[in-house]
């Protein structure tokens, strides 16, 4: 059974970029066919599919954030990344880490994580 678990920061200051860690455990990054998506969801707003990195490393973005979203793996330790750069106040969110969505948004997203808080203030 998999699980995921995001860490990272609960408060970034407007113009650094975020950095969220999602661990996976009871599955692998690189199992075939495999697709680990990154979700947030701003206070009284919908999901936001914002990325996703297939097995075997692939990449793709929201269009809406794409010039500022990064996302990577470390395989040895079954981790993948969010990098968002440039945060307002507008990125407010709780931010998840979900597996699915390879097909380039919010479809097939199965296993989630718990979620994290994450506030952009000075």
């Known amino acids: 059974q998999v699980q995921l678990q995001e860490s990272g920061p609960g408060l970034v200051k407007p113009s650094q970029t975020l950095s969220l860690t999602c661990t996976v455990s009871?599955?692998?990054?690189?199992?075939?066919?495999?697709?680990w998506s990154w979700v947030r969801q701003p206070p009284g707003k919908g999901l936001e599919w914002m990325g996703v990195?297939?097995?075997?490393?692939?990449?793709y973005y929201s269009p809406s954030q794409k010039n500022r979203v990064s996302i990577s793996r470390d395989t040895s330790k079954n981790q993948f990344s969010l990098q968002l750069r440039s945060v307002t106040p507008e990125d407010r969110a709780v931010y998840y880490c979900v597996t699915g969505g390879g097909g380039g948004g919010l479809t097939r997203l199965d296993c989630w994580g718990q979620g994290t808080q994450v506030t952009v203030s000075s």
């Open positions: 990195i297939l097995y075997g490393g692939t990449t």
């Open positions: 009871g599955g692998s990054l690189t199992s075939t066919y495999s697709a």
